[in-house]
């Protein structure tokens, strides 16, 4: 006790300052105006590079205890059972995006029973996708994991990590709603907060469930589970904290009334079919990597790093442009727009050139670091220049992505994917007979150039006019 108020834990005190907001305080507080500052933008950007930081923790912290599981199947086991829910969860990201961008522009707009309402229904649609992978789990996942291949060892320890994490699943999905939320309504430190609850939980979960418990593989799959619950409990307390006054009005009739449920659905067909594009692009990448040898197959996945790290940074201007773009839609703040916009561009370029620079400094450093193998060292490097201009070529790709999804102009989305997907095929069939990996190194990065370019061409009349804000604002 202290000043006559109970003390409470810093983690609960966040999640209670953030989620109890009231109507009438999000309302006073502009979303995205014309007094739009640097400062906001980092303070939104910043806990999302962070939050996607803590993402491939809880894979490390599988992969580091299978790692002390006797024998190199447990490993193996855990390590493709992870790639399968890596590509499954991707793939329904959509729920994630789509939420983000009606709750953005509900918020712009102060509705809160239309940011109840969207996040609910966006509930029902995770749900029922959960409950179809219980249904189908065993034959989905055989078929995952003979696609993926493996030993027969391997194989089966990757199925009992299958089985012990699938039946959170539903739940999972269900965080990816609660974290598009949290990001629609520019809760960017409770997200963070929100990942490293799930990271911790995890944690203690496996390490109780394989060294206490010894349920070896399956034990980790539990454990991943569990914590995928206690996200959701805290999630689910966040909600009902924030909407507890638009709850009770909530009636199921006008949760699945039709025009709702087909704008729903279409937002998040849009963005599945586009990350199913870009899933695609990447296995071909991969593909085409592998049919020059192992080398240059083990030297692309290792470059594959510098990507994934850079995409973590630069996604947090991506998100934070789908939070302020959408919000400012949804008000029909024109100045609101054009200097979200703006200020989202000049961070998100600043961070591309600070990527190219430390990655043509320190690049032949970072690639000693990731391996010691002579040969596997001498044909990265071959290639490291392309990793020094990757920035500033994809940048332009994930900001307008963001941008696009806090508008919910997601048609665009997917047709200038499908475009940039076709293209990314037919260069690459045609520059790596003449260049070999090179052609394969400017053909992705043409893919991602390409994909900034397409969306950029389309901004002034979807971004713009199909949001129905002027496009003479921009």
């Not at 805290?234 to 006008?254: D, E, N, V």
């Not at 193998?373 to 220049?385: G, I, K, V, W």
């Not at 201009?389 to 665009?412: C, E, H, K, N």
């Not at 949001?467 to 921009?474: C, D, T």
């Amino acid at each position: 006790m202290k000043n006559g108020r109970p003390w409470r834990p810093f983690f609960i005190l966040a999640f209670h300052r953030g989620a109890s907001t009231s109507r009438t305080q999000r309302q006073s507080v502009p979303p995205a105006t014309s007094a739009l500052t640097h400062r906001r933008i980092l303070a939104m950007a910043l806990p999302i590079v962070l939050a996607n930081l803590t993402q491939p923790l809880m894979s490390a912290v599988d992969t580091a205890v299978a790692g002390h599981l006797p024998g190199p199947e447990y490993l193996a086991g855990v390590a493709l059972g992870s790639l399968l829910f890596s590509f499954l969860f991707w793939g329904f990201g959509f729920l994630r995006m789509g939420t983000t961008g009606l709750v953005a522009q509900a918020w712009g707009k102060g509705d809160e029973p239309a940011m109840a309402a969207s996040v609910a229904r966006a509930l029902i649609l995770a749900a029922g996708i959960g409950l179809v992978l219980l249904v189908l789990q065993r034959p989905l996942i055989v078929l995952v994991l003979g696609l993926l291949g493996g030993s027969a060892d391997a194989t089966r320890q990757a199925m009992e990590y299958c089985l012990g994490r699938i039946w959170a699943a539903p739940l999972a999905l269900a965080n990816y709603v609660v974290l598009g939320w949290l990001l629609g309504c520019q809760r960017v430190r409770i997200a963070l907060g929100l990942q490293i609850l799930i990271n911790l939980v995890n944690l203690a979960a496996v390490l109780l469930f394989v060294h206490v418990f010894e349920l070896g593989v399956a034990g980790i799959g539990a454990a991943t589970a569990v914590a995928d619950g206690a996200g959701t409990l805290a999630g689910g307390f966040l909600l009902w904290r924030a909407h507890r006054a638009a709850w009770p009005r909530l009636r199921l009739t006008a949760l699945l009334d039709s025009s709702a449920m087909r704008r729903l659905v279409g937002i998040n067909f849009h963005i599945f079919v586009r990350t199913a594009c870009l899933l695609a692009s990447m296995g071909w990448f991969a593909h085409l990597g592998a049919t020059q040898g192992d080398t240059v197959l083990a030297a692309n996945a290792l470059l594959l790093n510098f990507l994934t790290f850079m995409a973590f940074g630069l996604d947090g201007f991506a998100h934070a442009a789908e939070a302020l773009v959408g919000s400012a839609v949804g008000a029909g703040d024109a100045p609101g727009l054009r200097r979200a916009v703006r200020l989202c561009m000049g961070w998100a370029a600043a961070g591309a050139l600070a990527y190219a620079l430390v990655y043509a400094v320190a690049g032949p450093s970072i690639v000693g670091v990731l391996t010691d193998q002579p040969a596997l060292r001498e044909t990265a490097m071959r290639f490291l220049p392309w990793i020094a201009l990757a920035p500033i070529a994809s940048v332009w790709a994930y900001l307008y992505d963001g941008m696009f999804i806090g508008a919910t102009q997601t048609r665009a989305l997917m047709q200038s994917m499908l475009v940039c997907g076709a293209a990314f095929l037919a260069l690459s069939l045609g520059l790596l007979p003449l260049f070999g990996n090179h052609g394969l190194w400017l053909s992705f990065l043409a893919f991602n150039a390409l994909r900034g370019l397409t969306l950029h061409l389309a901004a002034p009349r979807v971004l713009y006019r199909a949001s129905g804000v002027s496009a003479s604002a921009n």
